[in-house]
């Protein structure tokens, strides 16, 4: 059982055995804040209100030493955006203001680029690539951090704009619905592609961008028609069993078209792909359009959840992206939103049950599945965690 305590023991040795980039060997590259120096100057520019800037200062040089990738794999996660994303969290070092008007340059200069692409997709009546519009890779995870940068930038509403005319319906299915599989299989193995309802990769990630966007009064035409045609889509599939609500991480072209899911229980409950991260989403576009029906209905998900010891099993990784810090940290966001005190509460429990070893045994460096991500999560900071689309 571990104590809070505990918890902010175990965040506190996996920072202090990250400060000096000269130890410590990232798995990813410099630019990656998935894997690289990046997202370890994210966890160090969240601490230094309380620490030292230097840590946070010598892991965003280390993240730029060999140069800034904007060219086409650059995303939210990786080059140009990652390193903007958390220089704008780290302005507090001095002298990044410079900096940051030429990451601007260059992210608003990414965008615009992969949104004229993908208007000439639209116009030519083609399927997305998830790519296009995920939140890892794609135009949902460049609006992420435009609305956080500066909301009011004309930047921002274009791909609000875009996220509204993706959800639009494509010759009868989802207008995010890709002709690949659900990790880039070609369209020869995953015959009729697959819709993807996770938050990392599928439909979840614009879903909360643009309920993100309307509770800051960031609103285009047709945002909140975008955001019931998504809620729709997820009624359609929901699954309501002994256990709760749940919805699948992916369907195939066969269960679109008979209308029938291939796997009947719950998913790992993750922030990616699981219950958290869905029913944040729809909590969010609850709270955007003043649902409160779904706004119940999303928080006794991850209430069912978090109660049954099935789904809370297969959690067996520390990090973000799979494991318990991106459970407990959607929780507590998810929570501190909730009418009732009930997922606070259930909150606590959980905490109680994690063991400190699972959160420290992992040493890679790794800010969605590693030690970093846990440091971040178990401060319980908001900002930071744009980059999740929880808040």
């Not at 990451?103 to 615009?112: M, N, P, R």
């Not at 997709?121 to 083609?126: P, S, V």
């Amino acid at each position: 059982m571990s104590t809070l305590d505990e918890l902010a023991s175990a965040a506190d040795t996996i920072a202090q055995d990250l400060l000096d980039p000269a130890t410590s060997q990232t798995t990813g590259p410099p630019g990656s804040l998935a894997n690289g120096a990046a997202g370890i100057a994210l966890l160090h520019a969240e601490r230094a209100e309380d620490c030292d800037w230097a840590p946070a200062h010598a892991w965003l040089t280390r993240a730029v030493e060999s140069g800034v990738d904007s060219g086409d794999a650059a995303a939210l996660f990786h080059g140009a955006p990652a390193v903007a994303f958390v220089a704008h969290g780290a302005t507090g070092l001095g002298g990044y203001q410079r900096a940051l008007t030429v990451l601007d340059a260059a992210v608003t200069d990414i965008t615009h680029q992969r949104l004229g692409a993908a208007h000439a997709r639209l116009d030519r009546g083609e399927r997305p690539a998830a790519a296009e519009f995920d939140l890892l890779r794609g135009l949902t995870g460049l609006g992420a951090h435009h609305l956080r940068r500066h909301p009011d930038h004309r930047v921002t509403t274009d791909v609000l704009e875009y996220l509204v005319r993706l959800t639009h319906p494509l010759d009868g299915r989802p207008g995010w619905w890709t002709d690949h599989g659900p990790n880039g299989q070609p369209p020869e193995r995953y015959p009729g592609g697959h819709g993807n309802f996770g938050m990392a990769h599928g439909v979840c990630g614009p879903l909360a961008l643009l309920a993100l966007a309307a509770r800051a009064g960031v609103v285009v035409a047709g945002q909140y028609d975008a955001i019931h045609r998504i809620c729709s889509w997820l009624d359609r599939w929901r699954q309501d069993g002994e256990t709760g609500h749940h919805w699948p991480e992916t369907i195939g072209a066969r269960e679109h078209d008979t209308g029938r899911q291939h796997r009947a229980g719950p998913h790992r409950p993750s922030w990616c792909y699981g219950t958290p991260g869905l029913a944040r989403a729809q909590q969010l576009a609850a709270l955007a359009t003043g649902d409160s029906a779904r706004k119940r209905l999303a928080e006794t998900a991850l209430l069912d959840c978090l109660g049954d010891p099935a789904q809370q099993a297969q959690i067996t990784e520390p990090g973000l992206c799979h494991g318990v810090a991106g459970l407990l940290h959607t929780t507590w966001r998810t929570a501190a939103d909730a009418d009732s005190p009930e997922l606070t509460r259930a909150l606590a429990v959980r905490l109680s049950t994690v063991p400190s070893t699972l959160l420290t045994r992992q040493s890679v460096p790794e800010l969605l599945d590693g030690g970093p991500g846990v440091a971040l999560a178990l401060r319980s900071r908001t900002g930071w965690d744009r980059c999740l689309l929880v808040g």
